[in-house]
């Protein structure tokens, strides 16, 4: 699994045009699954990222986590993640989960995640989303099961 983590002001997901997930402070996180990922991978996602200090304390220093600050968090399945642009100029999605695996580990990532305690609103796996954020700082990490 691979999850692109931005810390963000706030954060919303729209299909449609009608808004399906929105938070204030906290992360947005764009999620790609893989073939060969478990509920092992999604588990050590969950752990890693809720325990993630990237918000500032009271010295400025980055060393709170999304928990200790009360943030919330934005999920958005994103295929995309393991597309490969290595070769020409159109990505080669292989990489990428099919739907039957990759939805349940999806949504299974985001429960562990609620088991933390956070707030976890969520995209539409599938749809046409649009994503939109205040990326704050700004801070965007790649964090990767492998």
Not at 31 to 52: F, M, N, P, S
Not at 97 to 121: C, D, I, K, M, S
Not at 125 to 145: E, H, I, K, R, Y
């Amino acid at each position: 699994m691979r999850v692109i983590v931005q810390r963000c002001k706030e954060a919303r997901v729209t299909v449609n045009g009608e808004v399906i997930g929105q938070i204030g402070q906290g992360l947005m996180l764009l999620v790609g699954v893989t073939h060969e990922d478990t509920e092992a991978d999604a588990k050590y996602l969950a752990d890693k990222i809720a325990g993630l200090r990237i918000f500032e304390d009271e010295d400025g220093k980055m060393n709170q986590s999304v928990a200790e600050t009360g943030g919330e968090i934005l999920s958005v399945s994103q295929f995309t993640l393991y597309g490969d642009c290595r070769k020409g100029r159109r990505p080669n999605f292989m990489a990428a989960a099919r739907p039957e695996l990759a939805q349940p580990l999806y949504e299974r990532f985001n429960e562990l995640l609620r088991e933390h305690g956070l707030h976890v609103e969520t995209g539409s796996f599938g749809a046409m989303m649009d994503v939109s954020l205040v990326n704050w700082g700004p801070v965007t990490l790649l964090v990767d099961s492998n």
